[in-house]
């Protein structure tokens, strides 16, 4: 795969960007991709390496933790790939990470006995309330960097307007 074809994003840059930015703008999709791909690839090796024991875990490397690691990998490209295809089909595929990634942090639950499950619980449901706050103040700041953001360059345009006008 193309650079070039992973960042299409960077090729619709706006009119007025510079040679700069618009290299800067794919510059930094190569990294976000390359970081996210690492990053998949490393956490479906460690899920695919963890063995439950009787009392414990452990990492049991073998070729099917690179084989794994080389599905996240895919999966990471596959993301951005599809990230630069346009809004929706950028959200669906954010909403399918993040998925993933839940399921990642869960899936050393099924090593855990039953009855310690109760007393997990009451330690996941503070820490999920938790960071669904967090989440929340942030696309409220977002949303609220975007409105201003838009305002910011509704004044732009009318003082232009008005300049022309004269």
Known sequence: MKPAETIKLAARAEPEQTEAEIRNTRAFFRIAAAGTSIGLGCMAATK????????????EFSLRTLAAFAGGVAVGLIYWKLVTKGR??????????????LGAFLYPLRFVPPNVLKELAKGFIPAAFAITVVVAMLVAAMRFMEADSREEENRAERADSSREKK
């Open 48 to 59: 695919e390496a963890l063995r439950g024991r009787e009392n414990s875990f452990a990492f």
């Open 88 to 101: 929706w089909t950028a959200r669906l595929a954010s909403v399918a990470l993040a998925i993933l990634g």
